[in-house]
């Protein structure tokens, strides 16, 4: 068991920077940090709790694959009932539609329960789409909600679903 789950984690590792190999695209400015806030495991109504996070993406790495043009991200984020917490690093698709953002991505990480709802595993995986908006050249304002599972490489996986606002600033 324990073999299967460090050969998933090299393989997503290794996914992620085999991107390196394909056309790097430079969009804008170098960074893109998306400073986000909303409600944690919003349908379990004795788990849910507030979250603050912030999420990091480096646009020189952005590359355009047959999938879309696709770019590693890093963040983290915290609840407010029970401190439970999320570091994470992984891949999003960037779609562009004049100036409407469609961001799906798939992050795996490491979750801390804190003294809040037990998910079953440390490691958990999150799925997300995010829809923003173009406000300004250099910032957007978004909707994102996402859904965390450990895969039943846990015990037990509860999962839990989460939406967020997020406000986007490239420095």
Do not use: C, W
């Not at 940090?33 to 912030?54: E, P, R």
């Not at 994470?88 to 804190?114: C, D, E, H, M």
């Not at 909707?143 to 839990?160: K, L, W």
Request: aromatic share 16%; net charge positive.
């Amino acid at each position: 068991m324990i073999l299967k789950k460090i050969s998933f984690i090299l393989f997503i590792t290794f996914f992620t920077f085999s991107l390196n190999s394909m056309e790097i695209k430079k969009i804008g400015k170098d960074n893109k940090i998306n400073f986000y806030t909303g409600m944690f495991d919003f349908s379990d109504h004795g788990q849910k709790s507030a979250l603050v996070g912030i999420q990091h993406q480096d646009e020189n790495l952005n590359r355009n694959t047959f999938l879309g043009n696709i770019s590693p991200v890093t963040g983290a984020f915290m609840t407010t009932k029970g401190l439970a917490g999320y570091i994470y690093t992984g891949v999003q698709a960037n779609y562009k539609f004049r100036n409407l953002n469609i961001t799906p991505s798939f992050t795996p990480g490491l979750y801390t329960n804190g003294k809040s709802k037990n998910l079953g595993h440390p490691i958990e995986f999150k799925t997300e789409v995010q829809i923003s908006f173009d406000l300004l050249k250099n910032s957007e304002l978004g909707f994102s909600y996402n859904h965390m599972s450990n895969a039943q490489i846990g015990d037990h996986n509860p999962g839990s679903n989460s939406y967020m606002f997020n406000f986007f600033k490239n420095f």
